[in-house]
C-alpha cells in the first residue's frame, strides 16, 4: 500500500539520541517500503528545499520555525513561497512552551498563508497534549498536527485524544506512540480524516510504525485513509 510519511528528518541527530539518516537512505527506504511521499523536516530549511529540489514529486517540506527567534519568523512566508507546505515547531528542542503566547506571531502566519502547523507532542514541561489544546484553542483557524499524539506515556497519549476530541483543528500522527489500539481509538473517536502515519525517520523504522497502523484494527478504508489520503489531504498535496 503506498503511503506518505507525515514527519521524518534526515542528517544526524547527536546528543542522547545519537542517530542520523543521509539523503539516499531515506529515499532508499522510501522506496523500499513503498512511502511515495515524505514531510520532511530539518532545522536547516534551505536543506529541505535542496532535497525537495532534487526529488521532485518525492519530497515535501516543513519550515522550522523557532518562536524564540524572530529572525526565523520573519523568514517563514519566503519558505512558504518557495514552497514548503507546513510549519514545524518543537517546544523540547528550543525551550519554549507550547501553550506560550510567544507561539502567536507564527499562528497568525500560518493562518494568512493557510499552512498547518506541525508540533511535537509529549514531553513536561513544554509540550503536552493540555497546552497544545490550549494552543489550538486560541487559533481555531490553524490546522495543528500533534506529532507522536502524546508520545510514550499512556496519559499523555490519552490526554492526545481527549484534546483532539474536543479541538476539531487537532490531527493526530502516530510515530514513536507505541499502542496500537489508541490509532483505532482515534480513528474511531476524533474523526477517520484526523489521524495519519508517520516515521519520525531516523528516529524510528518504518517496519515497526507501519505494523503499529496494521494491527490497530482499523479495516481497508481506514488503513488508506491513516497510510495516505489524511496526509495528503492535511499538507494538500495533491498538486506538490
Ligand atoms: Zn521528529
Known amino acids: 500500500m503506498k503511503k506518505i510519511d507525515a514527519h521524518a528528518h534526515i542528517g544526524y541527530i547527536g546528543g542522547w539520541a545519537d542517530v542520523g539518516i543521509t539523503e539516499e537512505g531515506l529515499i532508499k527506504q522510501m522506496n523500499e517500503y513503498d512511502i511515495e511521499k515524505t514531510v520532511l523536516c530539518c532545522e ?3 536543506l529541505t528545499l535542496d532535497v525537495m529540489k532534487r526529488h521532485p514529486g518525492r519530497i515535501t517540506g516543513c519550515v522550522y520555525v523557532n518562536p524564540l527567534n524572530p529572525k526565523t519568523v520573519d523568514f517563514m512566508e519566503e519558505y512558504f513561497d518557495k514552497g514548503l507546505t507546513g510549519v514545524k515547531l518543537n517546544p523540547l528542542r528550543h525551550a519554549y512552551c507550547a501553550d506560550a503566547e510567544i507561539i502567536d506571531p507564527v499562528m497568525e502566519k500560518a493562518k494568512k498563508r493557510g499552512v498547518p502547523v506541525c508540533i511535537h507532542s509529549g514531553h513536561p514541561p513544554y ?16 490546522k495543528i498536527m500533534m506529532i507522536h499524539m502524546g508520545h510514550g506515556h499512556g496519559v499523555y497519549i490519552d490526554a492526545a485524544l481527549k484534546m483532539a476530541r474536543k479541538y476539531s483543528n487537532i490531527y493526530l500522527e502516530m510515530s514513536g506512540m507505541p499502542m496500537p ?14 489521524i495519519m502515519f508517520g516515521t519520525d525517520t531516523p528516529f524510528h523504522h518504518p517496519t515497526v510504525e507501519m505494523q503499529k497502523v496494521i494491527t490497530s ?24
Open 181 to 194: 489500539s489508541k490509532i483505532l481509538e482515534a480513528y474511531e473517536t476524533v474523526g477517520k480524516n484526523r
Open 127 to 142: 509540550s503536552l497534549p493540555w497546552q497544545i489544546g490550549l494552543l489550538a484553542e486560541r487559533h481555531p483557524d490553524v
Open 44 to 46: 536547516d530549511n534551505d
Open 217 to 240: 484494527g482499523v479495516d481497508e478504508e481506514g488503513l488508506k485513509k491513516i497510510f495516505y489520503d489524511n496526509a495528503n489531504e492535511f499538507f494538500g498535496l495533491d498538486n506538490k
